[in-house]
């Protein structure tokens, strides 16, 4: 929703649109089968976007992975931790490779964490 939306329905509480929102991607998420990754993996695969991973078989999972989301059958999302950890990095071509490939895989969604 844009701003100009919000002002045209006014009556809508931020409550309201905050809970459409996650209505909306629980029908997307829960229609498919997760795949949490840990830190680990997230790296690995990074690697061969940036291509110097060592290792054939992480092209090959991470081929699978990008075939599988895309067919919509799975989808990778990431907890607020593992976000926090692999955002840390302080290189900014790593951090914005990690960035990518985390919205790829995991189309924008994260777990909430306990508190939320």
């Not at 940036?50 to 989301?69: M, N, W």
């Not at 989808?75 to 950890?85: F, G, S, T, V, Y």
Request: charged content about 25%; hydrophobic content about 40%.
């Amino acid at each position: 929703m844009t701003l100009a939306s919000h002002r045209q329905h006014p009556e809508i509480s931020l409550q309201q649109h905050v809970r459409s929102k996650m209505l909306a991607t629980a029908d997307r998420v829960l229609t498919r089968k997760r795949i949490y990754l840990d830190t680990r993996f997230w790296i690995l695969l990074r690697k061969v976007i940036l291509g110097c991973s060592e290792d054939p078989l992480h092209a090959k999972i991470l081929t699978q992975l990008h075939r599988v989301v895309s067919d919509g059958r799975v989808i990778c999302p990431i907890n607020a931790n593992i976000l926090a950890e692999l955002l840390k990095q302080r290189d900014e071509v790593t951090r914005l490779a990690t960035a990518n490939l985390i919205d790829e895989l995991s189309l924008g969604t994260a777990l909430q964490s306990e508190e939320e």
